[in-house]
């Protein structure tokens, strides 16, 4: 089933922050779905294809990372803009995220507008790629 164009997930296994980020893209007009687990993360991403993912990197399960691996390597997902937030803020863990395909790469905590501003410009910039092609 497809939602509108405008579906994001949230990949996020503490619930007050998922719910921080959902209020924060809701206002902005966007659909929200929540996981709370890679696992159950890639299967949503497969089946909604959403505009864009916001994933955190250390998960219960298997990583952010392996699940930014799984968007990067499904052709129907691989041009999906994946937003990574996450508390691990050392350089070579936000290399990692890039090397791994992240779109950009959030440190914890987050700023409103920062969020709301970098989501707008990842999306943006998919549309306007997905156009030209």
């Known amino acids: 089933m497809n939602h509108s164009p ?6 996020e296994d503490e619930p007050d922050t ?16 929540k996981a709370y687990s890679g696992d159950s993360a ?12 916001v994933l955190d990197v250390m998960m219960p399960d298997i990583s952010g990372i392996e699940v930014l691996n799984f968007v990067r390597n499904y052709p129907e997902l691989a041009h999906t803009p ?13 290399q990692k995220g890039f090397e791994a395909g992240a779109s950009l790469y959030l440190t914890k905590p ?24």
Do not use: H
């Open 6 to 11: 405008k579906t994001i997930i949230i990949v």
């Open 18 to 33: 998922a719910e921080m980020l959902a209020q924060m893209m809701r206002m902005n007009g966007y659909e929200i779905i």
């Open 42 to 53: 890639i299967s949503l991403i497969a089946k909604e294809k959403p505009t864009a993912v």
């Open 82 to 94: 994946v937003v990574v937030v996450s508390a691990k803020a050392l350089p070579s863990d936000i």
């Open 110 to 133: 987050v700023a409103y507008l920062e969020f709301c501003q970098a989501m707008e410009n990842v999306i943006q910039t998919d549309y306007q790629n997905w156009v030209k092609e």
